[in-house]
């Protein structure tokens, strides 16, 4: 009955009207900017970040959600009618909802990618609502070795799952790891790799590293990749509503990809990408006919879809209750915490449970929000295809400086944000995800905070890390963690890569 208590005063919080408005503008520009190819709901958190400096926390965090999941719905608008995923979570609806949409059936695609997110958003949340007070009643008891042995998985797992290769992630969480050591020790007060520059001495500022490597950095990489050919978008032809035949082919692979994406996402090892891989394949296994598979099967959308968008509120799990960000968003998300002086986790919950219920509760408002949205607007986010893209990232490179300007006005922050963001583009180019240099900074301090309590504490002996129950299986799942994420990937894309090939065929 707790959980319902609590559910309810957050709906009481999220059902204020301002915050209404914030959440009706994160699904508004999530869904916009999940429209346009190769700018993804990270981007405009990042963007965001600067801006909402001022604004109110619960009300600015439940905006952040709302482009989360926004993001999330329009990835599978370009997917379907340009064949061009907007969201890497976004590729397997593109197999079967473009081919949908070749067919003159891009309406019932659209439809179905809707109402299956709309449905698995709305399962995934309340699995949220429940199964985060359990975990944060086992967090409570977490002491120094268990608060480092738990950001020793958030490295590893934030190293395997973003990008291809794992040792390039590792290197880019050491990168994140360097920056964080910049500044005053929190301990001695001396001064750290500032180099005699005084503006070092307070640290490298989250929000202008945040900025810099997605905003700038991804949309340098982006402008620089060139016109690839015209991209025809197919016309969305007949009706967009469902007939009885689509209705009873999707409605099954909807919960199925709720049941599959959701603990995947929850998983400190996961992220939307794996969950989608894994349901298209149990789609083809489990359907009917299965070689429609590869022609315009309404199942490899509608299931995708799910897993897609229970993936998303299944890494608010380990957001919310632990501090593990599991995707690039829910690593900006982090940093919009911080912005704020909150930490995700356990002491969240019990020092300010309005803003992390209200942020809950406004999950399923914006459900609401993006299934009246999608279907009429169709039309409308088609339309954002056609802007120039010259406008759409010089836009997006103004709007960045003027945000971390407002938020610093300093000549050095600026120099910050153009030296960050090259780096950004440079990691892009040489394959190396920029997620965890984010991380790395955001949790490194916190990291080498328990460590060295834990030490003081034992007197300088390494062991209690591994005599702590608690701290020895989170140490033994961060092993696990480089491992799990090549396993699933392998599987699921073995499925998708052979359904590729018999296409060419």
Not at 214 to 236: N, R, S
Not at 338 to 343: A, D, I, K, M
Not at 440 to 454: K, Y
Request: no cysteine; proline share 6%; charged share 10%.
């Amino acid at each position: 009955m707790a959980t319902f208590d609590f559910l309810i005063q957050g709906l009481w919080v999220a059902a204020q009207p301002m915050n209404l408005l914030y959440a009706l503008i994160g699904v508004t520009l999530g869904t916009a900017v999940g429209v346009l190819p190769g700018i993804g709901p990270a981007l405009t958190v990042a963007l965001l970040l600067p801006v909402t400096y001022q604004l109110d926390p619960a009300g600015s965090l439940i905006m952040f959600a709302g482009i989360y999941y926004g993001g999330m719905y329009g990835g599978s608008t370009t997917s379907i009618l340009l064949n061009t995923p907007g969201e890497s979570a976004s590729i397997v609806t593109a197999l079967e909802g473009n081919k949908m949409a070749r067919a003159g059936r891009g309406g019932p695609a659209l439809a179905t990618a809707a109402i299956g997110s709309f449905v698995a958003g709305l399962i995934a949340t309340l699995g949220l609502a429940f199964i985060a007070p359990y975990i944060v009643k086992l967090a409570l008891v977490f002491g120094p070795r268990e608060y480092f042995a738990l950001m020793v998985l958030a490295f590893v797992t934030v190293s395997s799952a973003f990008g291809d290769s794992t040792l390039r992630g590792l290197t880019a969480l050491f990168v994140g790891l360097a920056l964080s050591v910049v500044g005053i020790d929190q301990l001695t007060g001396q001064a750290r790799l500032s180099f005699g520059v005084p503006e070092l001495l307070d640290g490298i500022e989250v929000t202008t590293l945040a900025v810099a490597m997605f905003a700038i950095g991804e949309t340098l990489f982006i402008a620089a990749q060139g016109e690839k050919g015209p991209d025809k978008v197919e016309a969305v032809r007949g009706s967009v509503w469902m007939s009885k035949l689509d209705w009873a082919r999707s409605w099954k692979p909807w919960l199925r990809g709720t049941l599959i994406g959701f603990p995947i996402g929850a998983m400190p090892a996961g992220g939307a990408e794996i969950g989608t891989f894994l349901s298209y394949a149990a789609e083809k296994k489990l359907a009917k006919h299965p070689e429609e598979f590869g022609h315009g099967a309404i199942e490899g959308v509608a299931g995708p879809e799910a897993a897609n968008n229970a993936s998303a509120a299944g890494t608010l799990v380990p957001l919310l209750t632990l501090g593990l960000p599991t995707t690039a968003t829910a690593a900006i998300m982090l940093a919009g915490f911080q912005q704020y002086g909150l930490q995700p986790g356990p002491l969240l919950f019990a020092t300010n449970p309005q803003l992390v219920w209200g942020l809950i509760a406004s999950l399923l408002i914006a459900n609401f929000m993006l299934l009246v949205l999608n279907l009429p607007l169709i039309g409308l986010w088609v339309k954002l295809l056609t802007i120039p893209k010259p406008w759409l990232y010089a836009g997006i490179l103004l709007f960045a400086t003027l945000g971390t300007i407002g938020a610093n006005p300093s000549v050095y922050e600026l120099g910050m944000l153009l030296a960050f963001g090259l780096l950004g583009y440079a990691m892009r180019v040489f394959g190396y995800p920029i997620a965890p240099v984010v991380v790395g900074l955001i949790l490194g301090p916190l990291a080498e905070q328990q460590l060295r309590r834990a030490l003081a504490i034992s007197q300088g002996d390494i062991s209690v890390l591994f005599t702590s129950p608690i701290a020895a299986v989170l140490l033994v799942i961060a092993a696990a963690a480089l491992i799990v994420p090549l396993i699933l990937r392998a599987r699921g894309r073995g499925e998708v890569l052979s359904q590729l090939a018999a296409n060419e065929d």
